[in-house]
Nanobody
């Protein structure tokens, strides 16, 4: 079973920093894209930053400069600085991965999400 597990969320005052971590586990053969999305109260889910094949990094325009994404073998991190109250959201780890199925079976590509970690920024 493939899992994405986030950690590092919490409460911080405006102007503070947090570092989120996400570890992917399971029968992972390859990670094509891995990154972070977020969803604030009453809002849709939005992309924050992703790392694709070849290490190509894509940021949503509003986060570039304050947020920095980097990755390990089957992990991704998000360093957030100068946090604002508007950054209060649940942050989700996302990955598109090639997964081994049963022995002798065809691997499959799928989109996977973590359960999310809450980030709360107070004034």
């Amino acid at each position: 079973q493939v899992q994405l597990m986030e950690s590092g969320g919490g409460s911080v005052q405006a102007g503070g920093s947090l570092r989120l971590s996400c570890a992917a586990s399971g029968s992972i053969l390859s990670v094509y894209i891995i990154g972070w999305w977020r969803q604030g109260a009453g809002r849709g889910r939005e992309m924050v930053a992703e790392i694709g094949e070849g290490g190509v990094v894509r940021y949503a325009e509003s986060f570039e400069g304050r947020f920095a994404v980097d990755r390990g073998a089957n992990a991704v991190y998000l360093q957030m600085v100068n946090l604002e109250t508007a950054d209060t959201s649940v942050y989700y780890c996302y990955a598109r991965m090639l997964i081994a199925t049963q022995p002798g079976g065809q691997p499959k590509t799928g989109d996977y999400w973590g359960r999310g970690t809450q980030v709360t920024v107070s004034a």
